[in-house]
């Protein structure tokens, strides 16, 4: 449960979903507000750990996420509630996280060597590796964790 200002809601960003449901009630641009509980709070279903840094943005301007919250999460949120001048922070956050990117990335060779290397019964896994830019077309990667791996601009045709 969070308590807040309609004020809160509706200054920094008056055109975001957010605002327009808690604008006056005789503003054109209202939308309908989700339903209230027996206390009155408004009841919205989505998930208040990625919230939570969006309402103290809006509260005094600056994105504070704590360490064990997803970037990712929060960017959602921003977007599903229309708080478009948080997207480009978030999307910043978001590509710092991406592995270290000193880190030579690996190449075509070095992931064939390792599929050559590993036994076709079990997974490979390429779980948080630099794969930037890497050419891996026409390889099999059906049996390949790539969870956290860096894959932008790698070739997977």
């Known amino acids: 449960i969070f308590s807040t200002t309609r004020s809160t809601l509706v200054a920094k960003e008056p055109n975001s979903m957010l605002a327009r449901m808690f604008a006056i009630e005789n503003d054109n641009s209202m939308i309908l507000p989700s339903p209230k509980d027996k206390s009155g ?9 990625y919230f939570e840094p969006i309402l103290g943005f809006l509260r005094h301007g600056q994105l504070i996420v ?4 997803n970037p990712q999460g929060v960017l959602e949120e921003a977007k ?3 708080i478009t001048s948080l997207i480009p922070e978030l999307e910043a956050m978001i590509i ?9 990335p ?14 076709t ?7 948080g590796v630099n794969l930037a ?13 790539f969870k956290y791996a860096n894959l932008k601009g790698a070739r997977l045709q």
Do not use: M
């Open 41 to 49: 709070a408004f009841l919205i279903d989505r998930s208040p750990e």
């Open 66 to 69: 704590d360490r064990n919250v």
């Open 80 to 82: 599903f509630y229309g």
């Open 96 to 104: 710092e996280e991406i592995p270290d990117s000193t880190t030579a």
């Open 106 to 119: 690996l190449t075509r060779r070095d992931v064939i060597n390792a599929i050559v290397k590993t036994s």
């Open 121 to 127: 019964t079990s997974e490979l896994r390429f779980q």
């Open 133 to 145: 830019g890497a050419d891996l077309s026409r390889l099999d990667l059906s049996y390949i964790n």
